[in-house]
T-cell receptor
Framework: GDSVTQMEGPVTLSEEAFLTINCTYTATGYPSLFWYVQYPGEGLQLLLKATKADDKGSNKGFEATYRKETTSFHLEKGSVQVSDSAVYFCALSDQGDKIIFGKGTRLHILP | DARVTQTPRHKVTEMGQEVTMRCQPILGHNTVFWYRQTMMQGLELLAYFRNRAPLDDSGMPKDRFSAEMPDATLATLKIQPSEPRDSAVYFC????????????FGPGTRLTVL
């Protein structure tokens, strides 16, 4: 079945460091791919998405490129801020309404 | 600014009591999802509806959990009787079929069963 695997956390970085959170997926069809973010005490919210191969999703300085050849959708940001501390979920939607979420990666940014 | 709302935000109850959680999806959305989040299990899909019809509740313990959509503006998740292992944060999310299946999450109900 469809699945998402993302790097385990926690990830701890200093402010202004470069961020990469790895995500790979398995799907039978041509899924849409997402990154969701969950700030403390809140629900998940969509950070960015890509709906076909080679698409790049971007938002708030974060980027991820849909790589069909490597079945990956890695999240990157050039310079993280303390306010980026949160849990990040990679996810896919293949067939039907459901979204398959990864287990989440907790990110801590130190000032 | 359209949002999914959930009530209550926090609930503390004793084992054996009935718990009802409510969700108001975003107006115009036709899919509703219930998730449970714990540190150990992460995010689990409990049930989901499309056009108010239940399509999948395979993630839900059938003997004590039930989910309904009495109308398009209200979804409920009920636990009866509640147990300490039900302690978790319960999220409702809504979406619109065809919009790349993006889901919009509510703020969650934090349930503690003593």
């Amino acid at each position: 079945g469809d699945s998402v695997t993302q790097m385990e956390g926690p990830v701890t970085l200093s402010e202004e460091a470069f961020l990469t959170i790895n995500c790979t997926y398995t799907a039978t069809g041509y899924p849409s791919l997402f990154w969701y973010v969950q700030y403390p005490g809140e629900g998940l919210q969509l950070l960015l998405k890509a709906t076909k191969a080679d698409d790049k999703g971007s938002n708030k300085g974060f980027e991820a490129t849909y790589r069909k050849e490597t079945t990956s959708f890695h999240l990157e940001k050039g310079s993280v801020q303390v306010s980026d501390s949160a849990v990040y979920f990679c996810a896919l939607s293949d067939q039907g309404d459901k979204i398959i979420f990864g287990k989440g990666t907790r990110l801590h940014i130190l000032p | 600014d359209a949002r999914v709302t959930q009530t209550p935000r926090h609930k503390v109850t004793e084992m054996g009591q009935e718990v009802t959680m409510r969700c108001q999806p975003i107006l115009g959305h036709n899919t509703v999802f219930w998730y449970r989040q714990t540190m150990m299990q992460g995010l689990e899909l409990l049930a989901y509806f499309r056009n108010r019809a239940p399509l999948d509740d395979s993630g839900m313990p059938k003997d004590r959990f039930s989910a309904e959509m009495p109308d398009a503006t209200l979804a409920t998740l009920k636990i009866q009787p509640s147990e300490p292992r039900d302690s978790a944060v319960y999220f409702c999310a809504s979406g619109q079929t065809g919009l790349y299946n993006e889901q919009f999450f509510g703020p969650g109900t934090r349930l503690t069963v003593l």
